[in-house]
Nanobody, 119 residues
């Protein structure tokens, strides 16, 4: 089992920055995929950024150049540095771990943290 707790959300003005953190507990391997998703009201949950566990990262086109994902395998933490925020970034942000074990893919989710970008 994996438990995930997000922190760092809040209200920020357009153009501002926020850092989200995710603290994980449980059995997580370095090759597991860890990522951030977000869901705005009335929208589907979407991938924001992921650390793919193989040295590569993935970013949504809408956040490339503005957001940076980082991961510390020893501390089981993951962060998302968000710069140049716009109102379109307003959403609940979720920490995710995807594990593939014995042919089965399992997703674990945190409860989410609200990010609101508004003047």
């Amino acid at each position: 089992q994996v438990q995930l707790v997000e922190s760092g959300g809040g209200l920020v003005q357009p153009g501002g920055s926020l850092r989200l953190d995710c603290l994980a507990a449980g059995s997580i391997f370095n090759h597991d995929i860890m990522g951030w998703y977000r869901q705005a009201p009335g929208e589907q949950r979407e991938l924001v950024a992921s650390d793919n566990g193989d040295g590569s990262t993935t970013y949504a086109d809408s956040v490339k150049g503005r957001f940076t994902i980082s991961r510390n395998n020893a501390k089981l933490t993951m962060s998302l540095q968000m710069n140049s925020l716009s109102p379109e970034d307003t959403a609940v942000y979720y920490c995710n771990v995807n594990q593939f074990r014995w042919g089965v893919s399992t997703n674990y989710w945190g409860r989410g943290t609200q990010v609101t970008v508004s003047s």
